[in-house]
């Protein structure tokens, strides 16, 4: 059981660590740092809330996602090919709909967070045009083992920088919830209203 905690837990820091809105005034590194103890001081102080103000408790974990994480950009990475047959109110809603399940996955996760040693490592591809897509590593570091985590940011058209996908111990997160909005494209004629409908 501690295994598979450690497991949700770093799934739900992979998701969440990548910068607050810093923008090019930080690298993508040092705005993934301060969006980590932006995240895990609003737990600490929101914690109690978990008991006894469930929707509070989310509140504010959506709060520190909403500055965070580009729930439109997150939808067009899991709609995939299908994005380009979606229209914007198609989009928006699933971004939504994204924005709620995470939140209250990630937010579970976190309250079981105990205080595990997390280690950026150096980047694969240091020359890499600075404001292009960037991947992010992370080591969550205790135990017998040790997960590494990549998310990828991008910089918006604000220049802030935001994350759109994830990757845990090799297994992209982004391709496997495309699976399973293709498999629910296929049982549901590609009607991607239905589509939402459906999701879980």
């Given amino acids: 059981m501690k295994s598979l905690n450690k497991y949700v837990v770093a799934l739900a820091l992979a998701g ?94 976190l309250v079981s967070y105990e205080g595990q040693e997390l280690a950026f490592l150096p980047s694969n591809n240091p020359d890499a045009d600075p404001r292009a897509d960037t991947i992010v590593r992370m080591e969550l570091r205790g135990g017998d083992s040790n997960l590494e985590l990549q998310y990828q940011m991008f910089l918006n058209e604000n220049d802030e920088w935001k994350l759109k996908n994830l990757s845990l111990v090799g297994i992209n997160l982004g391709r496997q919830y495309f699976t399973q909005f293709s498999a629910l494209m296929g049982q549901n004629d590609n009607d991607i209203d239905a589509v939402l409908d459906n999701w879980k």
């Fill in 16 to 109: 969440m660590l990548p910068a607050l809105s810093y923008g090019q005034q930080y690298t993508a590194v040092e705005t993934a740092e301060i969006g980590v103890k932006s995240l895990l001081s609003t737990v600490q102080e929101s914690r109690g809330l978990f008991l006894t103000d469930r929707d509070g408790y989310f509140g504010a974990i959506e709060e520190v996602l909403n500055s965070i994480v580009d729930f439109n950009a997150v939808a067009e990475v899991v709609m995939n090919r299908y994005a380009a047959s979606a229209n914007d109110a198609q989009k928006d809603r699933f971004a939504e709909i994204l924005r709620a399940t995470l939140t209250r996955f990630y937010g579970a996760a």
